[in-house]
């Protein structure tokens, strides 16, 4: 049928008037790069609005050789989700709630709805949904899946990967992999469901999942603590991991250059007085009342005994831990006006997060004296978002072109050190190349073998992963 | 070089003359399923010492097409590691602890080590492995990894799936995967690990791992409380998991016919006094001094006062929270005396916990009046290891004979609720036919695209899976 037509108006009648665009206007903000560093390009936009639309879509565009870039709420930050030619498949039409099933502890929803929508959709069954990240606004539980996504809960509750009970994808034959199970065990063969989580949309389409979902617990405590080094942070992790059995939900580290931009750049007063070189925002919780903050009073006063903190706020209200998150959650955005910048997203062990930061730092000194550091995140997790910026009033392209150099010298220490070269970001098209020199060749073969097993045309968001 | 020689008499002479045995004495315990319904036959023991020799072997094999069982401890239930034909390849002396790093919360080490010597260097570090299963001191973690194992701490610290950092296998290329990393956070490609944790040894060989490790939890309750129904057990592990804010260890039911046999058949006294229809044993533990209790005694109280419970006991001591896990480990072995039983490992949603129980124990009524159920396990998953036993006095033979009518009856309802066939055994050699009829063929067909990739020939534990 319509085998007159070419593969995109038959793409077109496939998904009727309302299911595609290709105008300008509509297509633009899928199509830039968060960061405005560049603009994708497609002929086409599809907005599917059922699993079953985007199985047409897909098995058409495998019979014809179209290549398809799937994408969800336009957030990554590796350009994993921006077509160069490809056809665009939205999810944004794919927005349903399925269910809420409190008894189960699982939501079942589809791949477009906002992480918040289903952080909301949880809450209203008095139950956790514990993913959380800065852009959770707009990024979709689909861009989660597909990107193994972390954030700020990583430490208790796992990354994406651990959030997920089941998945329902479309895979690059078209046909329907109906694994929505909300089951706490099955060994029934491969676990086709990890393969698809941060795959990057390379093996499929995720149209809907089934996620776990935990108990509100509505005693909490947050505190911000003064730290000399990095290394003081780590042992003051250990500290708290141990002392409250489990209770510890966050543990953010920032420098006091990130800090001073959240107070110049966007008004946000720091929380703790003196400019110390190192801060770290602390959260724990629990369902007994009062035991978070008891765990987090027992953990500051011997820390400060023991010369581990110089100083500790401990957030007196719901307002004032707000405060608290919202420098650290601004740590990236309040850079900008600072102009160019290198950013990474490694990981280590964690018992090598202070050897990074120094080893990383005096090399970057080397290549550019002069450039600042700011660096923050899960040091929980040993992941640190280390960002190089232009030494003040130095020139924006200059430094902006010497990014790859930067970008070797800080990925060979953390790799060096077994770490990662993007722990929760992704490949994505800007990162690929670069990783291909990290992987070994066992692991990208392997890969690749997979790969070419189940989408031998590469149709499959082709430009990214190996 | 030996090009004269067969791929055995090379195998030999690889590993050299201690390496390997076709002594039938030293054979026998290898080869014999364990609850010794039949036994196995290999032509060649092979018994590397690294990870090389592995590598070595699985070339050699590949090369020749020559089919490979990699077995662990032998407590495998569904005979996944017994050879029928294949040569063995014991993983027995891969059995050193590579390293424990608690600075990282990691310990590496390799497949042939036991999980009862896995926990012990944990804890020896001052931290806490909580894989735990009834053949600890016999199973492997190679073996654990490639059945993603289950057990009693799965509520709280999920399956070995989830407690895997990093994983080192002989790919059956007879390449060596090196993946050995201890990332909280790496998201650089399709995360391989997966693939191999739950495949059975047919997509490689484990050959070490790296784990997570947690902080010890000093502070623990220990209960049994007596039941009316599986389904009030499933609103008490709502309200446990809501009161206590994720401190319950375990959550274990049991029925009064196999605590009845536990006292017949291994003289342990049931915890709890009566002859209640349902026990339920219930662990919390914590970091912080007497809050498992305080949450223990809140949960009983208020389950007593609302008549969901009609009794309770808490262990007053080690001594007596042993004994009562005592019994609930007792409650396969202590069958065995009653004759032949079909055995099952299903595992459903929660919230159909008790629906199935109802559901399974009419029809298998129906289909043999008189037989009796030995419903246990791990409800807190959703996972019941739900043994029907012959009428007393009936026939053995003619019993045992109905054993796939009986597992059909009982697994068409389990998978009719979303349920799994096999929970937390795997398939193995016994139920990968009786699989075939309940997995769609996208799924079957998807893994049979990978498994082919990895293994043209298909060399690894050919018999087992798909």
């Known amino acids: 049928m319509n085998a007159h037509l070419s593969p995109l108006d038959r793409l077109k009648t496939l998904v009727g008037p309302d299911g595609w665009s290709d105008d300008p206007d509509r297509l633009h903000p899928k199509l830039v790069e968060w960061r405005e560093r560049w603009m994708g390009s497609t002929p086409l936009l599809l907005l599917p609005r059922t699993t079953d639309e985007v199985s047409a879509i897909v098995r058409l565009c495998q019979e014809a050789g179209v290549a398809i870039v799937p994408q969800g709420g336009v957030t990554g930050l590796v350009g994993g989700q921006i077509p160069k030619g490809e056809v665009l498949l939205s999810t944004e039409r794919l927005n349903h709630i399925r269910e809420v099933a409190p008894d189960d502890d699982v939501m079942v929803v589809e791949a477009g709805v906002t992480l918040q929508r289903a952080q909301e959709a949880a809450a209203e069954a008095n139950r956790f ?12 539980i689909g861009g989660n899946i597909s990107t193994n996504a972390g954030g700020t809960a990583v430490l208790r509750y796992g990354t994406m990967r651990d959030l997920v009970l089941g998945i329902e994808a479309v895979l690059p034959s078209g046909e329907v992999f109906h694994g929505l199970k909300r089951l706490r065990k099955d060994n029934t063969g491969y676990d086709l469901k990890q393969l698809l989580i941060g795959a990057e949309g390379t093996l499929g389409v995720v149209t809907a999942a089934a996620l776990k979902l935990f108990p509100v617990l509505a005693d909490r405590a947050v505190a911000t603590v003064a730290l000399k080094s990095p290394a003081d942070a780590i042992t003051l992790l250990h500290r708290a991991k141990a002392e409250s059995g489990g209770a510890v939900e966050a543990f953010e ?4 250059l990130g800090v001073s931009f959240a107070e110049t750049h966007m008004g946000l007063k720091p929380p703790i007085e003196g400019a110390p070189p190192w801060i770290a925002l602390i959260e724990m919780a629990s369902a007994e009342p009062g035991l978070a903050g008891r765990a987090m009073e027992r953990l500051l006063t011997s820390a400060l005994e023991d010369d581990l903190i110089t100083d500790a706020v401990v957030a007196q209200s719901a307002a004032q831990a707000k405060a608290m998150w919202a420098v650290r959650e601004g740590q990236s955005g309040a850079q900008k006006p600072e102009g160019a910048a290198w950013k990474h997203d490694i990981s280590v062990p964690v018992s090598q997060v202070a050897t990074f930061i120094a080893t990383a730092s005096a090399a970057v000194e080397r290549l550019r004296p002069g450039a600042r550091i700011v660096a923050f995140g ?28 930067g970008a070797k010298v800080v990925h060979d220490i953390a790799v060096g050190l077994g770490g990662s070269i993007s722990a929760e970001h992704g490949l994505g098209s800007m990162k690929t190349a670069e990783a291909l020199t990290y992987k070994t060749p066992v692991e990208v073969e392997t890969m ?19």
């Open 448 to 466: 690749r073998a997979i790969r070419k097993a189940l989408d031998p045309k590469r149709i499959m968001n082709p430009r990214v992963l190996f």
């Open 253 to 256: 580290l920032m420098n006091a």
């Open 378 to 405: 899960h040091v929980g997790d040993g992941n640190i978002h280390y960002d190089v910026l232009r030494p003040q009033g130095s020139d924006e392209d200059a430094f902006a072109a010497m990014r790859d150099q």
């Open 129 to 140: 949904f514990p993913l959380s990240l800065a852009a959770e606004g707009t990024a979709t």
